[in-house]
């Protein structure tokens, strides 16, 4: 589940640049600012369900979600990687009916989530 927000994240935080990587745009975007905000967190989330309207950054996000979770987040720089992590561990702890609500939407097999529970459980025992 870690990966699946810090996919999530990154993916807020990047647009696709070329074929390799995702660009750096949006990586100085204050994403505590946007935790600690419940208000300003729920338009993103109502931005990636289709519920409501989306800024510039969360455009992105929705474009470049479905790539970032296929591929496992490999055009994703470090920062967005940890940024990404710390959004989706924020969602899973204090907005768990939102978390499910988005993975569903974007990872309906479940396919990312297995693979990002299996990354936790080694993360887990090398803890």
């Known amino acids: 589940m870690k990966s699946v927000s810090v ?7 990047a647009v696709v640049y070329g074929q390799n990587k995702y660009t750096n745009k949006y990586d100085n975007v204050d994403v505590d600012m946007i935790l600690k905000n419940e208000r300003v967190l729920t338009n993103y989330i109502k931005c990636m369900m289709e519920e409501g309207p989306c800024t510039a950054e969360g455009r992105e996000l929705k474009k470049t979600l479905p790539d970032a979770l296929a591929s496992g987040c490999t ?5 967005q990687k940890d940024t ?3 959004v989706m561990k924020h969602l899973m702890s204090r907005r768990p ?3 499910d609500r988005l993975t569903k939407k974007y990872d309906p097999q479940g396919n990312f989530k297995k693979r990002y529970e299996e990354h936790l459980q080694k993360e887990k025992k090398a803890a």
């Not at 996919?7 to 935080?13: E, P, T």
């Open 7 to 13: 996919l999530v994240f990154a993916a807020v935080l």
């Open 75 to 79: 055009k994703c720089n470090i920062k």
């Open 84 to 86: 990404a992590e710390k």
């Open 97 to 99: 009916k939102d978390w």
